[in-house]
């Protein structure tokens, strides 16, 4: 599990790192004390959780969290304050926790179970598999093999493109993102999911909309004006 700590106060990440200890549960800690910081640290080290105080000093710790809402990340936001008040625009946010200042000891420990709890549902979700039914059985599809998921106007169905292949299924393209969402699968267009890792170039088109290029797919993918940022923030180190 890899954590990241973003406070000013050098004690909030000794304090979560020892109620990790009493937990018995193993972490990898990064502390990260300004909010510009914090964001370049959240795309940089990619972590399974982001302890985020709401007092950080350059910015409101608020609106980093916004700002890393909007930038889709994995990452569960577990926001820190010294006010009840904050809970609020932790549910907002959908913050994974809201830790109230100063710590105790029995709400910490109750936090590491539950982030223990939700890694292990994340780690089982990782290694499923996606069934799709074909006239002779149902094929079992790796999402880590899939490049980009399409969406058939003709007759509501959605084509999935993997290295090895083209498969045809009923889902729509709301429930293959959902069910793909633990994965690095990103929207770039009302008919269109990417698996990020295989994205070689980005491309203008026209009317600020780009062309997306894939590794083992020719045919470019339109990624639309809405999509551009997020996916370059993404995307980009």
Excluded at 144 to 165: A, H, P
């Amino acid at each position: 599990m890899k954590v990241l700590v973003v406070s000013e106060v050098p004690e909030h990440k000794l304090e979560i790192e020892r109620a990790f200890q009493r937990g018995e549960v193993k972490a990898s800690f990064v502390e990260a004390k300004v909010g510009i910081e914090a964001i370049k640290a959240a795309k940089r080290y990619e972590p399974d959780f982001l302890f985020l105080d709401v007092h950080v000093s350059d910015e409101s710790g608020l609106e980093i969290a916004e700002l890393l809402h909007q930038l889709n990340l994995q990452a569960n936001i577990i926001l820190m304050g010294n006010k009840v008040d904050y809970a609020i625009e932790a549910f907002r946010l959908r913050a994974f926790y809201y830790l109230l200042q100063p710590f105790h000891d029995d709400d910490l420990e109750y936090l590491v179970y539950l982030m223990r709890k939700e890694h292990l549902r994340w780690c089982r979700a990782l290694s499923h598999k996606l069934p799709i039914e074909e006239q002779d059985g149902i094929a079992y599809i790796s999402p880590q093999n899939i490049i980009y998921v399409s969406k058939n106007k003709e007759n509501k169905t959605v084509s999935i493109y993997t290295k090895d292949g083209h498969f045809t299924s009923t889902y729509t393209l709301q429930e293959l993102e959902e069910k793909l969402h633990v994965h690095q699968f990103l929207r770039v267009h009302k008919s269109y999911l990417v698996n990020l890792p295989y994205i070689k170039a980005l491309k203008p088109y026209y009317n600020g909309t780009y062309n997306l290029y894939t590794e083992y797919c020719s045919e470019p993918i339109p990624v639309s004006r809405n999509y551009v940022r997020m996916l370059r923030n993404k995307l980009e180190i």
